[in-house]
């Protein structure tokens, strides 16, 4: 949900209702292998931790909350964008060590994000912030590009302090993609997520997985990351990332394992790069 959506006097929100539908599509995923999710909502897109949790409770998955904050342009709140780097790196550790609120959720990733055209100073700020939160937590980063600018996310997170290994730039599939610019945020030691599977006004899905074949066959199999860029309960009008998109969840492990194995790449293969990777990521 877009920072603000709220506040729009217009929208009538069941609560009741999205929490049947975000139960109904975890529990499709959950039926087609899927036992434990990361929600990647940071603080500023309006993360519901009680939300997450009846929600985790009633489908029987396990699910990953997030702390950390959106770009400037779509997230942050005066509120953020005042506080220093200290600030608000302590504010991502006391949702990490103590919990969210008194909801009894604590954190268990970081996640940033940076606008389209250039990384802004409010969020170079909070690269910072979040590389300060995971030297003092340990907890893996996770981050959103838009369009690009993976290479500067991992050069000021690395040079902030951050383990190169437990930190994963997200987004790189997207239509900018090519191999000179994985190979350029790999040299920092991180890890490149492949995590808009389904979403075709990006690479289409084929292109997508030949892409990951590619990888594999280079020997990058434990620097890779799949997921979806999916919603399963967003208030307000849909974006345009929604719009025709795939059920959340399960489409990961049909339609694009089936689009993988035209590339030699079986579902089993899939399979370790869900488990395995995240397992060391979050190890």
Same mark, same amino acid.
Do not use: W
């Given at each position: 949900?877009?920072?603000?959506?709220?506040?729009?006097?217009?929208?009538?929100?069941?609560?009741?209702?999205?929490?049947?539908?975000?139960?109904?599509?975890?529990?499709?995923?959950?039926?087609?292998?899927?036992?434990?999710?990361?929600?990647?909502?940071?603080?500023?897109?309006?993360?519901?931790?009680? =939300?997450?949790? #009846?929600?985790? &409770?009633?489908? /029987?998955?396990?699910?990953?909350?997030?702390?950390? $904050?959106?770009?400037? @342009?779509?997230?942050?709140?005066?509120?953020?964008?005042?506080?220093?780097?200290?600030?608000?790196?302590?504010? =991502?550790?006391? #949702?990490?060590? &103590?919990?969210? /609120?008194?909801?009894?959720?604590?954190?268990?990733? $970081?996640?940033?994000? @940076?606008?389209?055209?250039?990384?802004?100073?409010?969020?170079?700020?909070?690269?910072?912030?979040?590389?300060?939160?995971?030297?003092?937590?340990?907890?893996?980063?996770?981050?959103?590009?838009?369009?690009?600018?993976?290479?500067?996310?991992?050069?000021?997170?690395?040079?902030?302090?951050?383990?190169?290994?437990?930190?994963?730039?997200?987004?790189?599939?997207?239509?900018?993609?090519?191999?000179?610019?994985?190979?350029?945020?790999?040299?920092?030691?991180?890890?490149?997520?492949?995590?808009?599977?389904?979403?075709?006004?990006?690479?289409?899905?084929?292109?997508?997985?030949?892409?990951?074949?590619?990888?594999?066959?280079?020997?990058?199999?434990?620097?890779?990351?799949?997921?979806?860029?999916?919603?399963?309960?967003?208030?307000?009008?849909?974006?345009?990332?929604?719009?025709?998109?795939?059920?959340?969840?399960?489409?990961?492990?049909?339609?694009?394992?089936?689009?993988?194995?035209?590339?030699?790449?079986?579902?089993?293969?899939?399979?370790?790069?869900?488990?395995?990777?995240?397992?060391?990521?979050?190890?």
């Amino acid at each position: 949900m877009r920072e603000g959506a709220l506040l729009d006097s217009r929208l009538d929100v069941d609560r009741s209702d999205n929490l049947a539908l975000a139960v109904e599509r975890l529990v499709a995923g959950r039926d087609v292998g899927i036992r434990t999710i990361v929600d990647a909502t940071p603080i500023d897109l309006h993360r519901d931790a009680t =939300f997450i949790k #009846e929600a985790s &409770e009633a489908a /029987g998955i396990n699910i990953i909350c997030s702390t950390g $904050l959106y770009t400037e @342009t779509d997230g942050q709140p005066a509120h953020f964008k005042k506080m220093s780097a200290a600030e608000q790196s302590d504010l =991502f550790v006391h #949702e990490i060590n &103590e919990g969210i /609120g008194s909801t009894g959720v604590r954190a268990g990733v $970081l996640k940033c994000a @940076t606008s389209q055209h250039a990384i802004t100073p409010a969020e170079a700020k909070t690269l910072e912030a979040i590389a300060d939160a995971q030297y003092r937590t340990g907890v893996p980063v996770i981050t959103h590009t838009s369009a690009g600018h993976g290479i500067e996310q991992a050069k000021i997170l690395t040079e902030a302090g951050a383990r190169p290994g437990r930190v994963m730039i997200g987004h790189v599939d997207h239509k900018y993609s090519s191999f000179s610019y994985y190979e350029r945020i790999l040299r920092h030691g991180v890890n490149i997520a492949f995590d808009r599977c389904g979403l075709q006004v990006f690479p289409p899905g084929t292109m997508r997985a030949a892409l990951i074949a590619g990888l594999l066959d280079l020997g990058l199999g434990d620097r890779l990351f799949l997921s979806m860029d999916s919603v399963s309960v967003h208030i307000g009008p849909p974006s345009s990332l929604e719009i025709g998109a795939p059920d959340p969840l399960v489409y990961l492990m049909t339609d694009f394992s089936d689009m993988l194995a035209a590339y030699g790449v079986s579902h089993e293969r899939m399979i370790e790069l869900l488990t395995a990777n995240p397992g060391r990521l979050f190890g």
